[in-house]
C-alpha cells in the first residue's frame, strides 16, 4: 500500500499521559499536514511541514502539542498530558509540491484518540 | 470552519433522488475542493474548482463554483447507497495551496 498511513489508529489513554501519533506520507510528497476532527466537525488544521521544516502552526495547538519531522519523510505529534478534551480523531495528509500542487491532500486513515 | 458554511448540515434522502448540497466562503476563494468521508475513516479527494463558472463531473457527482458568490455546490444524480458518508467543503487560503480549511461538513444518508 502506498497511500498515508497512520499509526496507531485507535489508542485509549488516561488524562495526563503522554502520546504520540506516526504519519508516514506518500514517499515522493514533501508537504505534511496535521489535521484534528472531532464528532460532527470538519477537520481542523493544526500545522504543517515541507520536507522537515514546519511552516505554519495553528493556534490551536497549545503547548502540549508538538509535532516534528526530523528527516522530512515520517512525522510525530505528541500530546504531553492529555486532557479530555483532546479525544479527536487526529488525521495526517500530505501533497506535491507547487507546481505539481494541484491542492489535492491525501489522507490517512486517522488515529482516533480517547482520553479517559 | 465558520469561514466555510456548508447547508445542509445532514440529508436524507431516498435511494434515486437527487440532491444538493452548498458551501459558502465568507472570504476569497482561490480554490475550493470536495472530499468525501465515510464514518470514522480519511477523507477522499472528489474534485477541485478554481475558476469562476468552472463546473466539474465525478461519475454521478457534478460540482459548480460561483466565484462572486463564493459559493459552491455538489449535486448528486440518482443517489445510490455508496454516495452515504460526509461530505466536505474545502477551500485553500492563498494561491500556493498550501493549507486548506474545511467546512462542517454534510452528513448524507441514503435510504434504500
Known amino acids: 500500500d502506498t497511500g498515508v498511513s497512520q499509526d496507531p489508529r485507535h489508542k485509549i489513554t488516561k488524562r495526563g499521559q503522554n502520546v504520540t501519533f506516526r504519519c508516514d506520507p506518500i514517499s515522493e510528497h514533501n508537504r505534511l499536514y496535521w489535521y484534528r476532527q472531532t464528532l460532527g466537525q470538519g477537520p481542523e488544521f493544526l500545522t504543517y511541514f515541507q520536507n522537515e521544516a514546519q511552516l505554519e502552526k495553528s493556534r490551536l495547538l497549545s503547548d502540549r502539542f508538538s509535532a516534528e519531522r526530523p528527516k522530512g519523510s515520517f512525522s510525530t505529534l505528541e500530546i504531553q498530558r492529555t486532557e479530555q478534551g483532546d479525544s479527536a480523531m487526529y488525521l495526517c495528509?500530505?501533497?506535491?509540491?507547487?507546481?505539481?500542487?494541484?491542492?489535492?491532500?491525501?489522507f490517512g486513515e486517522g488515529s482516533r484518540l480517547t482520553v479517559l | 470552519s465558520q469561514e466555510l458554511e456548508q447547508s445542509p448540515q445532514s440529508l436524507i434522502v431516498q435511494e434515486g433522488k437527487n440532491l444538493t448540497i452548498n458551501c459558502t466562503s465568507s472570504?476569497?476563494?482561490?480554490?475550493l475542493y470536495w472530499y468525501k468521508q465515510k464514518y470514522g475513516e480519511g477523507l477522499i479527494f472528489l474534485m477541485m474548482l478554481q475558476k469562476g463558472g468552472e463546473e466539474k463531473s465525478h461519475e454521478k457527482i457534478t460540482a459548480k463554483l460561483d466565484e462572486k458568490k463564493q459559493q459552491s455546490s455538489l449535486h448528486i444524480t440518482a443517489s445510490q447507497p455508496s454516495h452515504a458518508g460526509i461530505y466536505l467543503c474545502g477551500a485553500a487560503r492563498n494561491t500556493g495551496g498550501f493549507k486548506t480549511i474545511f467546512g462542517a461538513g454534510t452528513r448524507l444518508f441514503v435510504k434504500a
Open positions: 472570504k476569497t476563494l482561490y480554490g
Open positions: 495528509a500530505s501533497s506535491l509540491p507547487p507546481p505539481f500542487n494541484t491542492g489535492e491532500l491525501f
